[in-house]
């Protein structure tokens, strides 16, 4: 199946834009939690037995893979094990190399680890992108306008009549013919996920940074208008939102509803068009 | 000891501005080598002993080790182990995510891995890159121009007067005070890359893909005259240089001899100014 058709699916399966961030921190782990072997796998296993009818996939942030060294790829295996086959895994990885750098990038994450998406940095161009189109059941989430504070240090220079990331828009919205390739943009870029939305209605996008006022999500779904190939992640709102000496099952609640409530948020405020 | 004292001390040490690609594709490691129980941390180990009087340091392409999975971790592990402390080890991650991540990624390169420096990639501006900018000891590789065919879709967009990687480093220039931000141009770029010589001649840079003919090596050392800080990195032309089924001596021989020639090539070449 094609990613762009996975994604529909899963959207629809659980009715859900929200994808849930994994970016395990063990400074910020349940107390409970640290009586198991692998503490990050059962963390994870945990938060999407208790949301994987709620979300329509999940995201994991490699930095927090990383920084665990083996125990990390061992997390990330048995993390994408534990996640239903029919819901997205976004590797949240942003690279960026030459070409032959970028293909063993590729075959790590998406052949060895199975992952159904990666996001990339755009800096150094197509034959940096290239390699991870090969497969339509594959897709990239290519930078555009981050939702960090310095994010227009150079995606809001002006190049010609446009800005930086529209230009990497206007370049790169071609190079896998509208199959697999889609854009990150900050939830608080409301005016330009609005214009991107109004222009390409079919092209994913992956939406993280949303913030804790309601007031913020409401002007974002209303930007989001004639998209419909969105996707919202959460991340320490969902998988940080209980008491750290909580008990198993209060975590579970904790979680669950966290990602509940976002969810259904975001349906309500969904703008038919 | 500062990062840029280090980089001084090691390129005067060897009389060398080499900096060697630790880039191993078990595809095209000599046969010999595949009877060790660890054929990469071998290949490095071997390479790194006969080089370590020519070299200036190393750089280890985090993607040929990240498709080694937990393989790839111990052999990164110990191969800076096997580098002298005096030679400088350069992380080519390409990284670049915001804040809290960032943090995560130089937590993992200079403090678990202990490499003295690491390349970013620029495109999420400043807070992107602030967290590896901590200690003076630790020094950041900003890519400029890359020396890939795609480098100019982006990286040579006009944004005002100035393309886009003059602005990057137009702005980047002063996020250290002058301490702990160099750049990365690519070899072929010589005319950009004299202009940023002769503006900043102190400032480090690291110079990946050096072709295979000695006028492009000529073109570059020429334009590279007024800079004192460069260093110029050489990948498969060196650990490639044998054939697959050389002894363990003739590989060790080949190694060393295309390090040597390079570097005496490089050194013949340099320009007092």
Chains 1, 2 share one sequence.
């Not at 529209?166 to 889609?182: F, H």
Request: proline share 4%; aromatic share 10%.
């Amino acid at each position: 199946m094609s990613y762009p058709d996975k994604l529909v699916s899963a959207v629809s399966k659980n009715n859900s834009r929200i994808v849930i961030g994994l970016d395990p921190d063990l400074t910020k782990l349940p107390s409970f939690i640290l009586k198991y072997n692998s503490p990050v796998t059962e963390f994870n296993r945990l938060i999407v037995e208790c949301t994987s009818d709620i979300a329509a996939g999940y995201k994991l942030n490699m930095a927090f893979y990383e920084y665990l060294m083996k125990q990390g790829i061992d997390a990330v295996r048995e993390t994408l094990e534990v996640i239903p086959g029919n819901l997205i895994t976004i590797c949240d990885a942003k690279r960026g190399d030459i070409d032959n750098t970028a293909g063993m990038y590729a075959k790590t994450y998406f052949e060895i680890y199975g992952f159904d998406a990666i996001t990339l940095s755009p800096y150094m161009g197509q034959d940096s992108v290239m390699p991870f189109l090969g497969s339509e059941n594959k897709f990239v989430y290519l930078l555009a306008l981050t939702s960090n504070k310095s994010s227009g240090d150079f995606q809001m220079l002006k190049t010609g009549s446009h800005y930086l990331y529209e230009n990497v828009i206007e370049k790169s919205i071609s190079w896998s013919d509208y199959k697999n390739l889609g854009y990150v943009f900050g939830a608080n870029h409301t005016e330009e996920i609005r214009k991107f939305a109004g222009s390409y209605p079919e092209v994913p996008l992956l939406i993280p940074g949303i913030g804790a006022q309601a007031n913020d999500l409401k002007r974002l779904m209303n930007s989001l208008g004639s998209n419909n190939n969105f996707i919202i992640n959460s991340s320490r709102n969902i998988i940080y939102s209980f008491e750290k000496n909580c008990s198993e099952k209060e975590f579970v609640d904790s979680v669950r509803n966290s990602a509940k409530k976002l969810k259904e948020e975001i349906n309500s405020m969904i703008v038919s068009v």
